[in-house]
């Protein structure tokens, strides 16, 4: 559809002078100008055939866009084709004009308004992140009110499972926890610091993947885990090492915590529970567990997920408890003191190679039999799952005996400068050797 007039029937726009109000702005005057019948005819059927279509094709005219805006805004709302009659065509016959409008949303912006957002988003632009304060602890609980009382026959049902425990081979927390990182740490602020960052790792990962971690942030800091060290680090630096841990927000706990470190406790991890809950990343079974292995103090128990369920799956708890806390409160009431440590080793090793939270072994245990939570475990399921190598009783032999035994295991007699690592005592009585450079670990530790 062509709406345009023929160029000589074009009204031209009549100046009236300058708005008063707003010098300048000048004003004009549509004259009024005939439209031919023909092209009448051709827009009105067009336009006025089907009311949706129409209110989807008006269009704004000349007299429209130089109407002021406050004034359409306060003008009733028309319809969108309106007919305007006009009396001063050339021929003295009545015109009809066909006005199509439309309503337009105008913004205008001073130069004021346009100064003031620019300096809104400059400031919004170079404000300074925000950081999250560390949550604020309420206070760690040491007992309880009521003290819940001692299951019976606990110390029978924990003996048993520690013997075994520690039969069982190829546990990964023997090899892997956090007792292991400071292996290659000098400095004793440094291998207290490297059992902070170990722990604050290993936040719901394995032990695998914690020391993997662990491992790689030394590589990347040049051999050392410092307070000084991480600070020098960049952010992503440090996640790029500890990534095996997961979790991005373990690489801004640990640049934390070695920043409060410095300005607080001198560069070195405190000695008290309240203090290193002040950490980030950093709660009741980290600060026990830190305090245990950095400093030998045992004043609560690390309770982990482990140590959790299986106290639970025995029956400990009357009630049975709802998260580690709630755990750790209950067993501090009954369990002697001298254990606190002890039994976070012997289930966290117990957990991970037997009662497993899906499908525990119960077939390998030796306190099924009086374990609530006891199943039976099918055949199919016995040959699929991991095997779980469990070493024999111990036997005494003297330093010549291991000696030769690891002369014939290698085929040559043994060189008395190099120091064998003493791995397990088979069930036949005899020594097995394994060679592990120059470290030795005593016959009675196992």
């Known amino acids: 559809m062509n709406s345009k007039l023929p160029v000589e029937q074009t009204p031209k726009l009549v100046s009236k002078g300058y708005s008063g109000s707003n010098p300048s702005v000048q004003l004009f005057e549509l004259p009024r100008a005939p439209v031919v019948k023909e092209q009448e005819e051709e827009v009105k059927p067009q336009l006025l055939s089907s009311p949706r279509r129409s209110s989807r094709l008006k269009k704004p005219t000349a007299a429209g866009l130089l109407e002021s805006p406050l004034k359409a805004r306060k003008?009733?709302?028309?319809?969108s084709v309106s007919s305007v009659s006009s009396n001063g065509s050339s021929d003295g016959s009545q015109a009809k004009v066909v006005v199509q409008r439309k309503r337009t949303k105008v913004e205008v912006k001073t130069e004021e308004t346009l100064v003031s957002v620019v300096k809104t988003r400059t400031q919004v632009i170079t404000s300074p992140k925000k950081t999250r304060a560390p949550a604020k602890l309420k206070g760690v609980k040491h007992s309880l009110a009521v003290p819940h009382p001692a299951p019976e026959g606990w110390q029978d049902v924990y003996t048993t499972i520690r013997e075994h425990r520690f039969r069982i081979l190829d546990v990964p927390v023997d090899t892997m926890g956090c007792h292991t990182a400071n292996w290659k740490e000098t400095s004793p602020k440094n291998k207290r610091f490297i059992t902070l960052v170990s722990l604050i790792l290993s936040a719901q990962?394995?032990?695998?993947?914690?020391?993997?971690?662990?491992?790689?942030?030394?590589?990347?800091?040049?051999?050392?885990?410092?307070?000084?060290?991480?600070?020098?680090?960049?952010?992503?630096?440090?996640?790029?090492?500890?990534?095996?841990?997961?979790?991005?927000?373990?690489?801004?706990?640990?640049?934390?915590?070695?920043?409060?470190?410095?300005?607080?406790?001198?560069?070195?991890?405190?000695?008290t529970v309240e203090d290193l809950c002040t950490l980030r990343g950093v709660r009741e079974k980290v600060a026990f567990l830190t305090l245990q292995v950095a400093w030998g103090i045992?004043?609560?128990?690390?309770?982990?997920?482990?140590?959790?369920?299986?106290?639970?799956?025995?029956?400990?708890?009357?009630?049975?408890?709802?998260?580690?806390?709630e755990t750790?409160?209950?067993?501090?009431?009954?369990?002697?003191?001298?254990?606190?440590?002890?039994?976070?080793?012997?289930?966290?090793?117990?957990?991970?190679?037997?009662?497993?939270?899906?499908?525990?072994?119960?077939?390998?245990?030796?306190?099924?039999?009086?374990?609530?939570?006891?199943?039976?475990?099918?055949?199919?399921?016995?040959?699929?799952?991991?095997?779980?190598?469990?070493?024999?009783?111990?036997?005494?032999?003297?330093?010549?005996?291991?000696?030769?035994?690891?002369?014939?295991?290698?085929?040559?007699?043994?060189?008395?400068?190099?120091?064998?690592?003493?791995?397990?005592?088979?069930r036949e009585g005899r020594v097995k050797v394994e060679l592990e450079g120059k470290n030795m670990i005593k016959m009675e530790e196992w």
Request: charged fraction near 30%; charge should be positive; aromatic fraction near 6%.
């Open 205 to 271: 990962t394995t032990d695998e993947s914690c020391a993997k971690a662990v491992s790689q942030l030394q590589h990347e800091l040049g051999g050392t885990v410092s307070v000084e060290n991480v600070l020098a680090a960049s952010e992503e630096r440090i996640y790029s090492a500890v990534r095996p841990a997961g979790f991005r927000k373990k690489a801004t706990y640990i640049k934390e915590t070695a920043q409060i470190l410095k300005d607080k406790f001198k560069s070195d991890v405190p000695n």
């Open 298 to 325: 045992n004043t609560g128990i690390g309770v982990d997920v482990h140590v959790h369920r299986i106290t639970n799956r025995l029956g400990w708890h009357d009630p049975p408890t709802k998260d580690p806390e």
């Open 75 to 79: 003008r009733p709302r028309a319809s």
């Open 328 to 426: 750790r409160l209950n067993l501090q009431s009954w369990l002697p003191k001298e254990l606190y440590r002890d039994i976070n080793t012997v289930f966290v090793g117990y957990g991970q190679m037997v009662c497993h939270a899906k499908s525990p072994r119960c077939d390998l245990c030796p306190v099924a039999h009086v374990c609530p939570s006891a199943r039976v475990v099918p055949e199919k399921e016995k040959n699929t799952k991991k095997q779980v190598r469990v070493a024999g009783p111990k036997v005494e032999v003297s330093f010549e005996e291991v000696m030769r035994e690891a002369g014939e295991a290698v085929g040559k007699p043994f060189p008395p400068r190099w120091d064998p690592v003493v791995a397990l005592a088979e």
